[in-house]
Every structure is written in structure tokens, then in C-alpha cells.
């Protein structure tokens, strides 16, 4: 008797997003990065086709790295005051992409200003050939005067830039459309919020193939199992042909694994945990794995050493062209 | 939900002048409203009109074409005008239809595989249409059993139950809805469930009130398509909102603008 198949085959696949642009295509980065483009459920590779790996972007913050944990600072030491050089350190690790978030912009963390602002992009795309994300301070009245001006001194680098939200993405969905760049649609651990704001930004012209998804994220029990569960359930819906729900997902795996306690408290304070050295990193590039296994496509770490871990491990998991 | 526009039909008369006539612009323009409405697939119906009807079917399925390459469901009753039809059609097929008798499914289950066709059986052998659940179900099940037989996948078999008018069958709308539910459980995967809807309130006054509601009931009971009316805006909300309903879709405040822009 035949062995019945057990392949499943979807009638959709996930759409492909490039991010960044060479001298070719009217920017200066020495690469670009394509994520998404699936065919089946991540990683099963005996049924489906995975042309695009997932990429690992390293963030840059503007605002240095206080209050980071002592074993992500370590090895930032002489980088966080000066986005150029902690950019092109990022390049030098191996990350994909550098992730610019502008955490300065807030009034609480001395309210620099757009021109500022555009300036540290600057500083990040001449100093590190790696395509961008630029990402705001999650208030609309910083973001909607920032972002605007950043992606307009970033103009033909087609950058990944974020987050537009259900309340608040007519403005950077209008810098993005001018200027050329992807857009990140924000909906925390909500898939019918997704799907809308996806809707939304379409209303106002941008392509749904021009969006990533942010979950937002969650590096513990159940904030990782909710975003984890509305991951899987968008995954099935774009592969079984929702177009609202084919985008690929971004996921900031190195600031949420900062607030795990777990993943930084001393082995002197809990002796059990053992070396917090070996703990932090690798909870960062676990993490990520197993949002990998719910679709995710963008991590945005932290600490270099789980860059190279999670690096590894793709390369070994991540199915290989038949 | 495999939405089939019913517009482009003989049976009514602009459509019946148009072939007539060789009339382009006016099939081109009943195509394209039905797709903008969210049609998936579109009906060819020749109807009662003057000439060859294979001339006229092959003419239709030319003209169609020229504006989607959306499924054309070829709609006629003659075998021969079937297999003239599928040959010349490029686009995605679905045969409509075949009786469920074992020589008619014979034939045309070869016909679909032969030509890589979706097919549509009715619960209709020669004694007609049955009068129970009973009689549906088994039909049901030669029909799943012949297309077995024939190499045909079965999620490509649609499986019509035959609505009858609530009017002279009032049984009929609970006994379509018990054999789809009974039907469901008969393969896996299983077949899908279609229905001419329109038929359902066939000189009835309130038309598009029934079709309306017993296509939404329809639906939870398993129906995954129907032959409509695409353009009925309030039909096909309806039959989005018992998707979503039913869970097919996933929910965001505007799902009836997303369901549409999905396909």
C-alpha cells in the first residue's frame, strides 16, 4: 500500500519585498536585501519553495545605549555615541541590514530635532553600505515631522521605514510614497488590526507588496505565544490567499530580549540561570528562532554574538534551494 | 466562496440580442461588471438564441476572454457543445454540468480530466430530482465514486444539490443544507457544494430577499459556491459576512472591502 501524502500546498504565496538600493537603482548601498516570497509554512521545505532567507538587521539607536544591558553594552563600548561608526561596526558583524531607530526625536530623550535627526541618517548611510530601516519614537506629533525629512535626505535608497499605525499612517505613508521607500504597518498582537491598517495604507496608494508587517514582539511566555499564534494564523490566511495578509513580518527580537529579566540578570543574583555571558545571546537568537517558525522574516537584534548564533543556525535549518 | 456570475446568459435578453447580433461591447461590458462586483468564475450560457449553438458558444467564450482570464463555467446541456467549448476555451474551465447518471458521469468525468476541467454534478438522475435528503446522498455518493474512478482530484468536484423554488418545494432549501452537511463527511478531502441560487426563489416576489438569506444559511451548512447574481451589492455582503461568520475570513473593520480587493 502507498504511503498517502501529507504535503499540503497553498494556493498563494508571501509576497516579496526588496529593501535598499544600489548604485544601479538610484541609491548608494553596496547590497540589497529581498525578504519573504514563501510558498508554504516556514521551514517545511519539503513542500514548499523558500527563495529568500529571513534577514538580521542590527540596531542603531541615536540615543546610545542607556539602560541597555551591561551584555549588549559590552560590546558597544566607543560605537553608541557616534551612529556612523556603531553602523559600520554592524556591516562589519554581518548583519544584513541596519536598523535606525530614533529614539533622540522624543521629547523624554532630548527631543532632537528633524534636521538632526536626518542628519544621523545621513551619517549611517555614508559610513555602512547595508540597506536601512528607519524607525521613529511611537508618538505621532515627534514621528510625522522626523520621519517625513528622513526619508526625504534618504531619497532613492529605498529604505524600510516605520511604523504607520491604524491611528496614525497617512504622513509616512505619503514620505514613503514620495520618496521611495517600504513602509512597516504596526498592529500590536492584533491580526484583525494588521489586516486593517494593510487596508488603510492601501486606501491611501501605497502597494500592500511595499508593507512588512510589525507585530510587534514578545521574547517570554505568553507575549511571545500571542504574537507567535497571530503570526501562525496570518501566515495560513496569505498563503490561502488573503492578499492583506501576505506580507512578510519584521520583528524587534534585540530590544524585547533587553527586557527580559531572564536574559539579563546576573549569575551572581540567581546562580541557577548560570553565565548571564552565555544566556543573553543566546535567548536573543532563540527567540528569534522560534518566531522564524511563525513566519517571521526581519529580526532586528541586538548583541552581535546572537547575530552570529542565530546566523549559524540558519544556515543549517533554512531549506536549500531543490 | 466561488462566486460564478450568472449574467451572461441567453436567457436574457440583451445578452440573447448581443449574440445575435455579434455584439461585443455589450458581452464585454456584462463581463466586467460581474468581475468588478467580485465574481470569481462567469457562467456561458448560449440560451434559446437563433443559430449553431456551437458557433454561438465558441463565439461567447471568445468574447469573454478578450476581457479576463477569470474561470468560464460552460453551461450547456449538450455534450457535444461541452467538448467543442473546453478545446476552445483557455481560460480556467468549469463544465456545467453533468447528470448523475452512471453514463453521463462516465462521460464527463473523462471529459474533465481529459481537459484539465473543474466539473459540476447535479444530484439529477432519470427519475429527477429527488425529494429527500436521502436521495441527494446517494447520488452524492456515485457522483464522488465515479470521479474517483476517473482520476479526477476531488476538491476540482462540485456537487449540486438542486435547489428547487421555495414556492412548489418548501422542503427543499432544509434538505439541500442537511445533504451538503451529510455529504461533507463522504471523502477527504471532501468535494465542494454548489447551487444555482436564483433558482431558490424563482417566481417568488421578495427574489432577492430569499436568495439573500438562504444563500447565507447555505453557506454555514458547507456551500462553498454558487451561480448568482454578482451584481446583487447586497447579495454578495451577504454572503461575505456568512463567510466571515463562519470564519473563512479573517475579521478587520473593513472586511467587506477586503474580501473584494482579495480577488
Redesign the interface.
Request: charged letters at 30%; aromatic letters at 4%.
Given at each position: 500500500m502507498p504511503v498517502p501524502s501529507v504535503k499540503e500546498s497553498f494556493s498563494a504565496a508571501i509576497n516579496e519585498v526588496t529593501i535598499g538600493a544600489t548604485s544601479g537603482e538610484g541609491g548608494t548601498r553596496s547590497r540589497t536585501v529581498t525578504i519573504g516570497g514563501d510558498t508554504g509554512l516556514p521551514l517545511a521545505g519539503f513542500e514548499a519553495e523558500f527563495p529568500n532567507p529571513p534577514a538580521i538587521a542590527m540596531e542603531v539607536s541615536n540615543a546610545g545605549v542607556e539602560g541597555w544591558p551591561p551584555e549588549v553594552k559590552r560590546h558597544l563600548e566607543g560605537l553608541s555615541q557616534d551612529v556612523g561608526k556603531w553602523a559600520a561596526k554592524c556591516e562589519e558583524w554581518g548583519a544584513d541590514m541596519v536598523c535606525l531607530r530614533l529614539r533622540a526625536a522624543h521629547p523624554d530623550e532630548g527631543g532632537r530635532s528633524a534636521d538632526q535627526c536626518a542628519d544621523d541618517v545621513k551619517r549611517v548611510l555614508e559610513n555602512c553600505g547595508l540597506p536601512l530601516i528607519i524607525w521613529g519614537v511611537d508618538d505621532p506629533e515627534v514621528d510625522n515631522v522626523v520621519l517625513p525629512r528622513c526619508a526625504q535626505v534618504a531619497s532613492g535608497e529605498n529604505c524600510l521605514m516605520g511604523t504607520a499605525k491604524e491611528k496614525d499612517y497617512r504622513t509616512l505613508a505619503a514620505a514613503c510614497l514620495a520618496d521611495g521607500h517600504k513602509i512597516i504597518g504596526e498592529a500590536p498582537c492584533d491580526?484583525?488590526?494588521s489586516?486593517?491598517v494593510n487596508?488603510?495604507l492601501?486606501d491611501v496608494g501605497v502597494s500592500v507588496e511595499d508593507i512588512v508587517m510589525y507585530p510587534t514582539t514578545g521574547a517570554l511566555g505568553f507575549g511571545m505565544i500571542y504574537i507567535y499564534s497571530v503570526m501562525e494564523?496570518?501566515r495560513l490566511?496569505g498563503l490561502s490567499?488573503?492578499?492583506?495578509?501576505q506580507q512578510p513580518f519584521v520583528l524587534t527580537v534585540g530590544e524585547e530580549t533587553c527586557r527580559v529579566k531572564e536574559a539579563k540578570t546576573p549569575e551572581e543574583e540567581e546562580p541557577s540561570w548560570g553565565s548571564v555571558r552565555a544566556r543573553a545571546p543566546l535567548w536573543e537568537a532563540a527567540t528569534a528562532l522560534g518566531l522564524l517558525d511563525a513566519g517571521g522574516e526581519l529580526f532586528v537584534l541586538r548583541n552581535p554574538e546572537a547575530l552570529a548564533q542565530l546566523r549559524e543556525a540558519l544556515d543549517r535549518i533554512w531549506p536549500k534551494a531543490q | 466562496m466561488l462566486v460564478i456570475g450568472e449574467r451572461i446568459n441567453g436567457m436574457f435578453r440583451n445578452v440573447r440580442r448581443a449574440i445575435e447580433n455579434k455584439d461585443k461591447a455589450i458581452i464585454h461590458q456584462v463581463a466586467e461588471r460581474q468581475i468588478e462586483a467580485g465574481a470569481d468564475a462567469l457562467d456561458i450560457n448560449v440560451g434559446p438564441t437563433r443559430g449553431k449553438a456551437t458557433d454561438n458558444m465558441l463565439w461567447l467564450i471568445e468574447t469573454v476572454q478578450e476581457v479576463t482570464d477569470k474561470t468560464l463555467c460552460i453551461d450547456t446541456p449538450k455534450f457535444d457543445v461541452m467538448q467543442e467549448a473546453l478545446r476552445a476555451c483557455e481560460n480556467p474551465r468549469l463544465i456545467n454540468s453533468t447528470k448523475a447518471t452512471e453514463e453521463e458521469l462516465e462521460k464527463y468525468t473523462a471529459l474533465a480530466v481529459e481537459t484539465n476541467s473543474r466539473l459540476i454534478a447535479l444530484t439529477i438522475d432519470a427519475r429527477g430530482v429527488p425529494a429527500d435528503v436521502d436521495g441527494r446522498v446517494a447520488m452524492g455518493a456515485t457522483i464522488v465514486t465515479k470521479a474517483m474512478e476517473a482520476g479526477m482530484g476531488i476538491p476540482d468536484l462540485y456537487i449540486d444539490p438542486v435547489i428547487l423554488p421555495v414556492n412548489v418545494a418548501p422542503k427543499g432549501p432544509e434538505h439541500v443544507m442537511e445533504a451538503i452537511r451529510q455529504l461533507k463527511l463522504l471523502s477527504d478531502p471532501p468535494p465542494k457544494f454548489l447551487i444555482g441560487l436564483s433558482n431558490v426563489s424563482q417566481s417568488c416576489r421578495e427574489t432577492h430577499l430569499i436568495n439573500r438569506i438562504f444563500l447565507a444559511m447555505a453557506i454555514s451548512a458547507g456551500l462553498d459556491g454558487a451561480i448568482m447574481d454578482a451584481t446583487d451589492r447586497d447579495l454578495m455582503e451577504a454572503a461575505i459576512t456568512a463567510e466571515l461568520l463562519m470564519e473563512k475570513?479573517?475579521?478587520?473593520?473593513?472586511y467587506v472591502?477586503?474580501y473584494l480587493?482579495?480577488r
Open positions: 491580526i484583525n488590526l489586516k486593517q487596508i488603510l492601501e494564523r496570518a490566511a490567499g488573503d492578499k492583506l495578509l | 475570513q479573517i475579521y478587520c473593520d473593513d472591502s477586503a480587493r482579495s
